[in-house]
């Protein structure tokens, strides 16, 4: 086994490095800092990219990548590992989904604001172009990668794998392997929409060949112990697929594969009151939540336009007409 090099920090056969990478300067002089966790196993085997916490207020993902990934003995891991725990501090910091105090002081140049979105990035350009062509490099020198989030504030998402646009050829076959591994009991395979748009994270590692899939989990803005717990035992299912490390995986009783996601927006403003729990299956018709103004009448009943699973539920109090409200899974 060979050291292990990567953005000049270099660790032996066997040993884990906790280091700090420079990322950008600020107004103050200081500078942001990547937390990188190298771990450098002493069986060959393949290269992981984990990554986590590019949206500021995705804690639970930060938690979980640490847990499965301070679990790891260097001494009997095949392969390595590149864990970036928190891709955009200066978004954790403002616990937010972006780095809000860059974009309000500056709104025309640090648009695009969303690292996530930006891919494969800029060197010579905004704050997410330069995060992200930061990320990029640690990325493209991994043979596979994940990349964990939860919905941003005010949504919740059953454990859910999304993988990259399955027109990349042989990269997103092996990303879809990678999730039936990771053992969430939940895939989407979609064809269109945000999760599979040039720009994304996942879709410019695939298409750069470093298979790569988005994996949801939980709830923005909030810490929880189940979450993480589920969480951090699909990351050690896939690292014990890949052949990375030894050990029984956990798989999930039953996987649905899902080929597309449908939002419903609120029609009326008012009080939300979700009526059926998150992940369960519903027919067309079925009340999936309803809208109560500020005398409490109920002014909307949101049905299913069609049959799917309720994969990602809306946890504000209230909503504005053409907010969203739920989010089918199409089988
Ligand atoms: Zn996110």
């Known amino acids: 086994m060979q050291d292990l090099t990567i953005e000049g920090f270099t660790v032996a056969p066997g040993e884990r490095l906790r280091a700090q990478m420079s990322a ?198 909030r810490l929880e112990e189940d979450q993480v717990a589920i969480g951090a035992q699909c990351v050690t299912n896939l690292l014990i697929g890949l052949g990375m490390i030894d050990g029984d995986p956990v798989p999930p009783a039953e996987t649905h594969v899902m080929r597309d996601f449908l939002g419903l927006r609120a029609s009326r403003g008012g009080l939300l009151v979700t009526d059926v729990p998150l992940g369960a299956p519903v027919k067309a018709g079925d009340v999936l939540c309803r809208i109560l103004n500020v005398y409490g009448d109920e002014v909307e009943m949101v049905r299913a336009p069609q049959d799917g699973l309720l994969v990602r539920t809306t946890t504000l109090g209230s909503v504005s007409r053409g907010e969203r409200v739920a989010t089918l899974g199409l089988l």
Request: some cysteine.
């Open 24 to 221: 950008l300067e600020l107004a103050d002089g200081s500078s942001v800092q990547l937390p990188l966790v190298l771990i450098n196993g002493a069986r060959p085997g393949p290269r992981l990219y984990v990554g986590a916490g590019i949206h500021g207020d995705e804690v639970t993902g930060v938690a979980l990548v640490n847990r499965a990934i301070s679990a790891i003995d260097p001494k009997t891991l095949a392969g390595s590992i590149v864990c970036c725990p928190v891709q955009q501090p200066l978004a954790l910091i403002a616990d937010h989904r972006i780095p809000v105090s860059q974009y309000l002081k500056s709104p025309l140049d640090q648009a695009p604001t969303d690292a996530w979105t930006c891919f494969p990035g800029d060197p010579d350009g905004n704050i997410a172009q330069v995060m992200a062509a930061t990320l990029f490099r640690l990325i493209s020198a991994c043979d596979a990668a994940l990349d964990v989030h939860t919905p941003t504030r005010g949504g919740r998402y059953v454990p859910i794998a999304i993988l990259p646009h399955p027109n990349l050829g042989a990269p997103a076959r092996e990303a879809e392997r990678m999730a039936h591994l990771l053992g969430t009991g939940w895939i989407v395979r979609g064809e269109r929409g945000m999760y599979v748009a040039d720009g994304i994270l996942c879709v410019e590692a695939t298409k750069a060949g470093v298979p790569c899939f988005t994996f949801e989990i939980g709830e923005g803005g």
